[in-house]
């Protein structure tokens, strides 16, 4: 089962650019991720899927500030032109027989 | 669209077992796992199993085996989660999300569940 590595917080001044990492335990380099950004007091909502390979497609609605790439057994997914609805806590997710979650990094906005 | 819509909150003693449902709209139901995800206050993300609303089978995280069920009724398009023996530390905001191949794509508003006596 991979292990999802997140830092707890990260932070970003309005209208910056932030990278967020995850990163996937020893022997699931390859994995496949998913992002998820959930705002204060909501649900959940899927942002992309991301491949090992960089290759990353999101979900319905999802702007295109956001992108994902790939480094390694590192998944990130950066965010252009921060938003104040942007800060929200992301976790990332994977999958090897059941999901995984990471920890969550929360973002807070400048 | 797709939707997956939940019960509303309920309060529960301890001891007692409460059963979620999840609704599904805008797709084929019997084509995506269902997956349940808890999420206690200010914590995150716990996943607690999965069911396969086309077989029935169902896969539960080891922490939950013998005090939950997950069912489903595709007549309704909806699945549900029984969770019993219930506990103070069961206070959580409980999720459904849609799993087309792996990857959670949708989820549920969630559905809060207070265990207080």
């Known amino acids: 089962q991979p292990v999802l590595t997140q830092p707890s917080s990260a932070s970003a001044s309005l209208g910056s650019s932030v990278k967020l990492t995850c990163t996937l335990s020893s022997g699931h380099s390859s994995y496949i991720i998913a992002w998820h950004q959930q705002q204060p007091g909501k649900a959940p909502r899927y942002l992309m899927r991301l491949e090992g390979s960089g290759t990353y497609n999101k979900g319905s609605g999802v702007p295109d500030r956001f992108s994902g790439s790939s480094s390694g057994a590192a998944r990130h997914l950066t965010i252009s032109n921060v938003q104040s609805d942007d800060e929200a806590d992301y976790y990332c997710?994977?999958?090897?027989?059941?999901?995984?979650f990471g920890g969550g990094t929360k973002l807070t906005v400048l | 669209q797709v939707q997956l819509v939940q019960s509303g909150a309920e309060v529960k003693k301890p001891g007692a077992s409460v059963k979620v449902s999840c609704k599904a709209s805008?797709?084929?139901?019997?084509?995506?796992?269902i997956h349940w995800v808890r999420q206690a206050p200010g914590q995150g993300l716990e996943w607690m199993g999965w069911?396969?609303?086309?077989?029935?089978?169902?896969n539960y995280a080891q922490k939950f085996q013998g005090r939950v069920t997950m069912t489903r009724d595709t007549s309704i398009s909806t699945a549900y989660m029984e969770l019993n023996g219930l506990r103070t530390d069961d206070t959580a905001v409980y999720y459904c999300?849609?799993?087309?191949?792996?990857?959670?794509?949708?989820w549920g508003p969630g559905t809060l569940v207070t265990v207080s006596s």
């Open positions: 997710e994977s999958w090897d027989q059941n999901p995984s």
């Open positions: 999300a849609r799993v087309p191949s792996v990857i959670t794509d949708y």
């Open positions: 805008g797709y084929t139901f019997t084509d995506c796992w």
């Open positions: 069911i396969n609303p086309n077989s029935s089978d169902t």
